[in-house]
């Protein structure tokens, strides 16, 4: 399969622990992004990186959260410290810089986080 | 990006053609209106794009009014496993960065 993976598709964790997901996008994309989906809610987008370069980060991507991306290739998102509101799915997507399909993002299934 | 409003939820009959509508009655010119769906637990997956032309792929086909104030989504044959929510987004282009703004969308259920 040659679709954008995530790992763990679940996680469970207690309150103020700390979680890391990871994303591996399809290979030749340059562009990854980061999103969280609540309950009865569409994706809220968190962060944007080109290639290693983070580029933007909404104002939902609090201090406790950073997302890495170093070599260009996969990405990771941290939670720390964690709390029962960041109980979501947290979804990755891609997208190539140009060619027939640059105007789609390519998603992952996504890594269900409970904190218990 | 401009907003958009889409009915909660919608049936449609299996084999009969689901039209999904969306109204965005603030879009700007160099907004582009765009379709995704999202099957129960699994991430979105595009569906369609246009500007201001009616578009047609292989999954569906846009409809959008001459003043682009609202669109519509046609699934020709709707199958069970076109049940998903389907999310209305409008957003422009900037050089291929596509942040996208996703609502609560319209959940579909195809019924047999």
């Known amino acids: 399969d040659t679709g954008v993976s995530q790992d763990p598709r679940h996680k469970i964790t207690k309150r103020g622990q700390n979680v890391t997901f990871r994303c591996d996008p399809i290979?030749?994309?340059?562009?990854l992004y980061w999103y969280r989906q609540t309950l009865g809610q569409g994706p809220e987008f968190l962060t944007y990186?080109?290639?290693?370069?983070?580029?933007?980060k909404s104002r939902l991507l609090s201090d406790r959260f950073s997302a890495e991306r170093p070599k260009g290739s996969f990405s990771t998102l941290e939670i720390q410290r964690t709390e029962q509101g960041d109980s979501a799915m947290y979804l990755c997507a891609s997208s190539p810089a140009s060619g027939g399909n640059y105007n789609e993002q390519f998603f992952g299934p996504g890594t269900r986080l409970t904190v218990l | 990006d401009a907003k958009t409003t889409q009915p909660t939820s919608m049936d449609c009959a299996e084999g009969r053609a689901a039209n999904l509508p969306c109204n965005h009655s603030?879009?700007?010119?160099?907004?582009?209106v765009y379709w995704y769906r999202q099957i129960h637990s699994q991430g979105p997956q595009y569906i369609i794009h246009?500007?201001?032309n009616n578009e047609t792929n292989e999954m569906a086909s846009l409809i959008i009014t001459e003043d682009r104030k609202s669109s519509t989504l046609i699934l020709p044959h709707a199958t069970l496993r076109d049940t998903a929510v389907y999310y209305c987004i409008v957003r422009v282009e900037y050089g291929g960065y596509q942040k996208v703004t996703f609502g609560i969308g319209t959940k579909l259920q195809v019924i047999p």
């Open positions: 290979s030749e994309h340059n562009r």
């Open positions: 990186f080109q290639n290693e370069a983070q580029l933007e």
């Open positions: 603030t879009i700007s010119g160099n907004e582009y």
């Open positions: 246009g500007l201001k």
